[in-house]
């Protein structure tokens, strides 16, 4: 296991030094130690099933059908959900679905709009 940051671009774990720098082989992205502490800082990025960072606000589209526990009730599949709101915790999205109500889901089952 490696102690160097992942990649702040792709996130891949094959970093290596380069001097003070450190470099992506993946996508090739180079930054320095100072850097990788100010995008520590800044928080957790949260990003959609395709990768795409997910802002408050965004509109997201849920890309397989979600049962939901206890209602019985589907939100099927290209249901669009307009002004989410991120959260931390296991459900990172708070948002409201018409004819649904206001309820969690996770990021990995939504697409960016």
């Known amino acids: 296991m490696s102690a160097l940051p992942a990649c702040p671009k792709c996130q891949s774990e094959y970093t290596y030094e380069d001097g003070a720098a450190f470099v992506c082989p993946e996508c090739a992205h180079e ?10 800082d800044a928080g957790k990025v949260y990003r ?6 997910l802002q408050d606000g965004d509109t997201v589209t849920v890309i397989k059908d979600l ?20 959260v931390d915790g296991d459900h990172d999205i708070d948002c409201k ?5 206001a309820m969690s889901l996770k990021s990995e089952f939504v697409k960016k709009v």
């Open 48 to 53: 959609d099933s395709a990768g795409n960072v």
């Open 67 to 86: 049962k939901l526990k206890g209602s019985g009730g589907v939100i099927k599949m290209g249901t669009k959900v307009k002004g989410i709101r991120l």
């Open 31 to 40: 930054w320095t130690a100072q850097a990788a502490e100010a995008t520590e």
């Open 97 to 101: 679905i018409d004819g649904f109500g």
